[in-house]
């Protein structure tokens, strides 16, 4: 174990020695929604910072930290649950692989890991014919995201992602099955469209 991980810190130096490094900030607007559930988009707002690891001219290397503010709006009888509005934050950890493919735009794509900071969906629950809320939601999600951007300036970015999630957003068939809406139970992924922008200040040419 030991020398696996002295041989990822060895070759992150040596990639990092040879490659253009910049630290950028982004931001910009969230339309989140959840799969297979009665529902509308919910607007919201990420914003993170990323670090470019530029090794060549066609390809970029961009690790990247965000604060994600996520959720849906549900249009069914969900009487169980408290809100009606689902409100879900996130911690996201992403590695981006950037491709020119002229001489402004690129296309993205990389895996992301996010773990969940704070939610409101809490189920209602009964004991002795007395109700409790629980928590009923994964604490952490893995998937996607794939989009482009353009770049207005060398340092100014105009962006359009997709993020789809991998794992369900509900531990439990607690939405489908006290509705009654499916015969067999259906996953609830996560999925968001971002629009943002992106700006890169220079560590080293």
């Not at 469209?193 to 992106?198: R, Y």
Request: glycine share 8%; aromatic share 16%.
């Amino acid at each position: 174990m030991k020398k696996i991980i002295f041989t990822i810190f060895t070759l992150a130096i040596i990639t990092t020695s040879y490659a253009q490094v910049n630290f950028g900030l982004r931001g910009g607007l969230n339309l989140s929604d959840y799969s297979n559930l009665e529902s509308d988009k919910k607007t919201d707002l990420y914003f993170g910072a990323f670090l470019s690891l530029k090794l060549g001219d066609l390809y970029t290397l961009q690790p990247e930290l965000t604060y994600s503010k996520e959720g849906t709006k549900l249009n069914g009888n969900y009487d169980r649950l408290q809100s009606n509005t689902i409100k879900a934050n996130f911690f996201s950890a992403a590695i981006i692989n950037k491709f020119n493919i002229a001489k402004r735009a690129h296309v993205v794509i990389g895996p992301y890991l996010d773990i969940r900071m704070s939610e409101n969906i809490d189920y209602r629950n009964f004991n002795d014919n007395n109700y409790y809320y629980e928590s009923v939601t994964n604490g952490a999600d893995i998937g996607f995201i794939a989009g482009f951007g353009f770049d207005v300036t060398d340092s100014f970015t105009i962006e359009a992602r997709y993020k789809q999630g991998f794992i369900d957003t509900f531990d439990v068939n607690y939405l489908d099955g006290y509705n009654n809406r499916y015969n067999n139970y259906n996953s609830h992924l996560n999925q968001v469209i971002q629009v943002g922008i992106a700006y890169k200040f220079k560590l080293r040419k």
